[in-house]
């Protein structure tokens, strides 16, 4: 603990932007590119604050003229990024479905499903950096096509969760990996919120088909409409998270439609959200926004909350989706955990991922 704390005292410059640790990270990260490493992995527990260190560095490896892109998978991290890189004061234009490019700029956020479209613009020297946000995609074809046409470039990858569900492994794209605090550590030191887990004993889920790595979802969200989820999420919400706000992961969009109507037909304020709603600009971002202002007390998702979603006054997590992934356990409850002053993160646990798991530190 006292070797994060005093970091930037053993040969690190601080800057304003970064907390001690995030400057103890990029002193290692660059000794591990100084060693001969040309792809990092460097890993942060949610809400430790990846995408602003991530940030930092690239602002520093433009002022040095060099090209750097930002690789996201979804509109949510797109913009996190392009928020982030922003308020770092770093000049970039976008790759994403629906612009132009403008490559006039030394920095670029793309998605990477829109760059290996358009790979033909771009020569496989263009960019010196390659920062890979949510790094545990990496092995997927598209993170594989780009990368390679990039072979050339550093690369950069970061992730709270350095493991993939379908059991694969990084070291295909990733030399050597830097790890950050642990999120006890981030816990104990007040950069996340403490957490209160409730958890019974879990639901049977013998007989549940797999599938991907994972429980088969349209199984399990029949399983859970039929009342076998332990514990009501109506009742325990009231009993532990009453008027705070809460999101609730569930197995479908269906499932996520029927909790939020729940809450709403006990005059708790609720919704649900899912992918069809990108479609509509500026949706997702009105919920997300009603949430963090308190105008709807509970959000419900079908993998679409997960990674990149930051809003800092969400109380607590209601999981109503058993998991075999240690990563997406962590993910879901990672959305609570963001700081705020006198803060105590409470976590609902219906399905047993808890003890599947562990808890969170």
């Not at 060099?66 to 000049?91: D, I, Y």
Request: a positive charge; proline letters at 5%; one cysteine or more.
């Amino acid at each position: 603990r006292n070797a994060w704390r005093h970091a930037a005292r053993r040969g690190f410059p601080m800057t304003p932007t970064l907390r001690p640790y995030q400057t103890h990270a990029v002193g290692c990260i660059r000794d591990a590119y100084r060693a001969g490493h040309r792809s990092v992995l460097f890993v942060l527990p949610t809400g430790g604050g990846k995408t602003v260190l991530f940030s930092h560095i690239t602002r520093a490896t433009a002022a040095n003229g060099k090209r750097v892109c930002v690789l996201v998978h979804r509109a949510e991290l797109l913009r996190q990024a392009s928020a982030s890189l922003t308020a770092a004061g770093v000049p970039h234009a976008l790759v994403a479905a629906g612009r132009s490019m403008d490559l006039s700029q030394p920095v670029q956020v793309a998605s990477v499903q829109t760059l290996a479209r358009r790979l033909r613009h771009f020569s496989r020297n263009w960019f010196d950096l390659l920062v890979v946000d949510e790094a545990h995609h990496s092995n997927a074809g598209t993170w594989a096509t780009v990368l390679d046409h990039f072979h050339r470039a550093r690369v950069l990858g970061v992730t709270a969760t350095p493991f993939r569900t379908d059991g694969q492994g990084l070291g295909q794209w990733y030399s050597a990996m830097v790890e950050g605090p642990t999120a006890a550590w981030l816990t104990a030191e007040g950069f996340l919120a403490p957490a209160r887990v409730l958890a019974p004993p879990g639901i049977n889920l013998q007989g549940l088909r797999r599938r991907r790595g994972d429980y088969d979802m349209r199984q399990a969200a029949e399983m859970l409409s039929s009342g076998q989820a332990m514990g009501s999420p109506l009742a325990h919400y009231r009993q532990h998270l009453d008027g705070r706000t809460a999101i609730a992961f569930c197995c479908s969009v269906p499932h996520a439609e029927a909790v939020a109507e729940l809450f709403n037909s006990h005059g708790i304020a609720a919704s649900s959200i899912d992918g069809s709603m990108r479609r509509e600009p500026g949706r997702i971002e009105g919920l997300l926004e009603d949430l963090g202002a308190g105008r709807l007390k509970v959000l419900t998702s079908c993998e679409l909350i997960g990674e990149g979603v930051d809003v800092p006054s969400v109380a607590g997590c209601i999981l109503l989706r058993p998991t075999q992934s240690l990563g997406l356990h962590l993910q879901m409850i990672g959305r609570c955990l963001r700081p705020q002053p006198g803060k105590v993160a409470v976590v609902l646990d219906h399905v047993g991922n808890c003890h599947r798991h562990g808890l969170p530190t």
